[in-house]
């Protein structure tokens, strides 16, 4: 959007948010270049979606999915038109969860390693036809704050396993 702080930088530093005030605090630094949608929980605080352009922001409370375009409407209109895979993986992702209600980290693994219908899938796979530009899942993470638990599988979470990993002692 502007110069300023690169957004990776800040997303790191939203990181490190003691809880919900300093998550939006940390989000929302100023001196921020650009927006990002920072997806962030806390032990006994529920979840909030913080979603930023380089001078606005926008807290949506409580959980549900999130793509790669602004849910927030006054955010929307500032920003650029939603691809149409972005759409439909929100749509496939808010469908998933209204019928399965996944309650444990195995059916949350379960909803991301979805192909279903849509332009783009849940669990996007790189179209070999775009080369080093393919859209593709990076990772897959779920968490289990309140047990201490982290679960992460390289790329495509149809294709490779998801490891545990055990976060107790950490604030």
Same mark, same amino acid.
Request: a negative charge.
């Given at each position: 959007?502007?110069?300023?702080?690169? !957004?990776?930088?800040?997303?790191?530093? #939203?990181?490190?948010? $003691?809880?919900?005030?300093? $998550?939006? !605090?940390? $989000? =929302?630094? +100023?001196?921020?270049?650009?927006?990002?949608?920072h997806v962030m929980a806390f032990r006994g605080e529920g979840?909030?979606?913080?979603?930023?352009?380089?001078?606005?922001?926008? /807290?949506? *409370?409580?959980?549900?999915?999130?793509?790669?375009?602004?849910?927030?409407?006054?955010?929307?209109?500032?920003?650029?038109?939603?691809?149409?895979? #972005?759409?439909?993986?929100?749509?496939?992702? *808010?469908? @998933?969860?209204?019928?399965?209600?996944?309650?444990?980290?195995?059916?949350?693994?379960?909803?991301?390693?979805?192909?279903?219908?849509?332009?783009?899938?849940?669990?996007?796979?790189? *179209?070999? +036809?775009?080369? *080093?530009?393919?859209? +593709? /899942?990076?990772?897959?993470?779920? $968490?289990? @704050?309140?047990?201490?638990?982290?679960? /992460?599988?390289? =790329?495509?979470?149809?294709?490779?396993?998801?490891?545990?990993?055990?976060l107790t002692g950490l604030a």
């Amino acid at each position: 959007d502007h110069i300023g702080v690169p !957004r990776v930088l800040v997303s790191r530093h #939203s990181l490190e948010a $003691a809880d919900r005030d300093d $998550a939006v !605090r940390r $989000a =929302g630094t +100023a001196s921020r270049a650009g927006g990002y949608g920072h997806v962030m929980a806390f032990r006994g605080e529920g979840s909030i979606t913080i979603e930023t352009t380089g001078k606005e922001l926008a /807290v949506l *409370d409580g959980p549900g999915a999130h793509t790669n375009h602004y849910l927030d409407p006054r955010l929307a209109s500032l920003g650029v038109e939603p691809s149409e895979g #972005s759409r439909s993986r929100l749509a496939r992702l *808010d469908q @998933l969860l209204a019928e399965r209600r996944p309650q444990t980290p195995d059916a949350v693994m379960d909803v991301l390693r979805d192909h279903g219908p849509g332009p783009e899938a849940i669990c996007l796979h790189p *179209d070999p +036809a775009e080369g *080093d530009e393919a859209s +593709a /899942v990076m990772f897959s993470m779920v $968490a289990d @704050l309140e047990a201490s638990r982290m679960w /992460v599988a390289p =790329g495509n979470p149809c294709q490779n396993d998801y490891v545990e990993i055990d976060l107790t002692g950490l604030a």
